[in-house]
């Protein structure tokens, strides 16, 4: 908004200006047709060729001179000289403010730099991780081979083995059958044989019982052939002791 009020300004100056020169021109024309009908040159002081455009500026800017397009002048040019100090004062904050953003400009490209440098460090880094992330997946993938070849081994062994535990269970099975079966037999076999030791044991007990039975006899018979023994002997000894006085006689 200010520059177009400056541009506005400037416009209208230098219309203001323009009829200021055709004044003077006008002014020097009228000037010098009055010389030439009286015959004088114009004389101007030593050193200053200007005296006729200052004058008349003089003549222009005279209070008692002024008219409206003077007073419009000098208020275009005080307005230009507020402008331009207001201007001035704009630079100095834009100079100061391109200062400081030369400053932040500098800074952040220090910033920048040492962004770069910790980016190449980190890209570095991730290279690295890249190179041991591939490094340790293919590790990965040769673990997991070994593992699908040992799956498959234990599988087959496992096979096998439930194989073999059902051939093993299946003998075992037989095997308990059979040792079941000898022990029914066995059982049957102690049944019998007991009841065998037990027909024994009775047959035995009748035996003893007829064996004792018979030694009774036994020593009854012999007690009764002691005491006939006995009488017997008495008997004779009773004899003798009688024959023995007689034939002593």
Do not use: C
């Amino acid at each position: 908004m200010a520059i177009e009020t400056d541009k506005k300004g400037m416009g209208w100056f230098k219309g203001v200006l323009s009829n200021q020169n055709q004044l003077k021109k006008n002014s020097a024309v009228q000037q010098g047709e009055v010389l030439e009908m009286t015959g004088e040159e114009p004389s101007y002081p030593a050193g200053n060729s200007e005296q006729p455009v200052t004058n008349s500026n003089a003549q222009l800017f005279q209070k008692d001179n002024q008219d409206k397009i003077a007073s419009d002048v000098i208020a275009s040019i005080e307005n230009m000289l507020k402008d331009r100090q207001l201007l001035s004062y704009k630079n100095v904050g834009l100079e100061d403010q391109l200062y400081s953003a030369n400053e932040a400009i500098n800074r952040f490209k220090h910033d920048l730099i040492k962004k770069d440098q910790l980016l190449q460090g980190k890209n570095k880094e991730i290279r690295d991780l890249e190179n041991s992330l591939t490094s340790k997946q293919l590790l990965y993938d040769q673990l997991l081979e070994d593992y699908k070849e040992f799956q498959m081994k234990s599988n087959l062994e496992n096979e096998e083995i439930s194989n073999q535990l059902e051939k093993e269970t299946a003998k075992y099975n037989n095997l308990y059958e059979e040792s079941t079966n000898v022990q029914y037999q066995n059982i049957l076999t102690i049944n019998k044989l007991e009841d065998k030791i037990r027909n024994l044991e009775i047959e035995n007990n009748n035996y003893v019982e007829q064996y004792q039975k018979i030694v009774n006899e036994k020593k009854e018979l012999m007690k009764t052939i002691n005491d006939f023994t006995d009488r017997m002997s008495f008997s004779f000894s009773t004899k003798t002791t009688t024959s023995n006085p007689l034939e002593s006689e």
